[in-house]
């Protein structure tokens, strides 16, 4: 569930990613225009933030083929300069329309494309979110990716980038589509517009890993059986998600020692911000824990830092009564039945979906895709429109980018192959 900007193994060395910086913001060009039309519904504003010229994207991802030798595909199907746009547009929280943020990255080229719509992992921070943080290697790369010819969105997710004044809905299932969906809506708009070249053909794909595994599982469901039925999803690609959200919190209860503690506080605290749990924090959380989690959720803390703040030893940081009591009973059957709503539940898909997780993460334990994959089959889905990968050896940090490689050549072979 984890916000992997900063994580071990970048993709690009920190040498080359001070080139990058300063080839990035020389080319960049921000418009100061109003760029919203009468006619639209969803897009308020975009701006051209950055442009990677197709050499400066081969060479990059180049340096690092000896350790990731899947690479070289991705370099390969590299043919187009890419343009960055930070974009802003509208959509729902709770009763509100609100404006939220993200970027759209797409080939210098006057044609039709794909688009990849990727979800992010769990992230507390403002500063960390894809439009106040473009440079951030793990956006870069993803960046890069339209080099092969895709448009690619990243949402900001409400609560972070020009909707940062709300705390993020964190894994709350219709907020997340939302966010997600009316950005797809938003690129259908801004594509008309005469200074945009690229434009998108009827061809989407979905990818995210840890909650952006989870988003991406959820807004396939409610694009293949909800209301938003305007989008052809080709395929989903969902890396170490948490599908089944009362399964992980028993995990997280029984474990004892849990690596992430700032996950569960996040869940609780945000649905009470959001007036949908209507308890007290100290009913779930011990002292001086319950005291610190308004102070560590307010944007200003890395994920790393609010983990620090709080203690991976469950005993200490939950009341006895939500450790014994949770399972049944009305004292935490609102908690209950919040967590089962925002789960993600199989059904018979006629989409391509490829589950990924590592067999050595702590975080997120592998069953959760094992058994989501199965619960998919169960369903009536084909074993050959549904498949799940174990990446043996890996665990929440190091199966990043393993899956995003393999995720990016599986969409180039379905996209090469239509």
């Given amino acids: 569930m984890e916000n992997h900007v900063r994580s071990k193994g970048s993709i690009i060395s920190m040498y080359g990613f001070l080139l990058l910086l300063l080839i990035f913001m020389a080319v960049s060009c921000n418009k100061e ?8 519904i969803f897009l308020l504003d975009y701006s051209s ?34 343009q960055v746009y930070s974009i802003e547009y509208e959509t729902h929280y709770l009763d509100s329309v609100i404006t939220v943020s993200g970027l759209v990255s797409m080939p210098v080229a006057d044609s039709k494309f794909p688009v990849i719509s990727f979800q992010n992992g769990t992230n507390t921070a403002h500063d960390d979110a894809p439009t106040k943080a473009p440079l951030n290697e793990a ?8 080099s092969n010819g895709y448009i690619i969105l990243i949402p900001d997710y409400i609560g972070f980038g020009s909707s940062e004044s709300i705390l993020h809905p964190y894994y709350h299932r219709v907020n997340t589509n939302n966010a997600v969906i009316d950005l797809l809506h938003a690129l259908k708009e801004m594509q008309l517009k005469d ?7 009827d061809s989407t794909f979905l990818m995210g890993y840890s909650q952006g595994g989870w988003a991406t599982l959820s807004v396939l469901d409610e694009i293949e059986n909800g209301e938003a039925t305007d989008f052809d999803i080709t395929a989903a690609s969902c890396g170490a998600g948490a599908y089944n959200l009362m399964t992980m919190a028993n995990y997280i209860f029984d474990v004892g020692n849990y690596p992430g503690p700032l ?23 011990k002292s001086p824990y319950f005291e610190k989690i308004p102070r560590l959720f307010d944007g200003s803390y890395t994920n790393g830092e609010v983990n620090s703040e709080l203690t991976d030893q469950i005993t200490d940081l939950l009341t006895e009564d939500l450790i014994d009591n949770f399972a049944a009973g009305q004292y935490f059957s609102q908690l ?20 990924y997780h590592g067999s050595a993460d702590l975080t997120v334990p592998s069953a959760q895709s094992s058994a989501i994959y199965q619960s998919f089959i169960n369903a009536g889905t084909d074993s050959e429109t549904v498949q799940f990968f174990e990446l043996n050896g890996l665990d929440h940090t190091t199966g990043l980018i393993p899956w995003g490689i393999s995720t990016l050549s599986w969409f180039n072979e379905l996209r090469d192959n239509n």
């Fill in 195 to 201: 200074d945009v070249l690229a434009e998108s053909n």
């Fill in 33 to 40: 225009d109003d760029n919203q039309n009468n006619d639209d």
């Fill in 139 to 146: 956006f870069v790369l993803l960046q890069f990716l339209a």
């Fill in 336 to 355: 209950r039945q919040l967590l089962q709503e925002n789960s993600v539940s199989a059904w018979n898909s006629n989409v391509r979906i490829q589950f």
């Fill in 263 to 285: 996950y569960l506080p996040y869940f609780l605290y945000s649905q009470i911000d959001m007036g949908l749990l209507t308890d007290p924090l100290e009913k779930y959380f």
């Fill in 49 to 82: 933030i950055g442009l990677w010229p197709v050499d400066l994207v081969k060479s990059s991802l180049s340096s690092r083929v000896g350790e990731y030798p899947e690479i070289a595909d991705i370099i390969d199907h590299a043919r187009y300069g890419v």
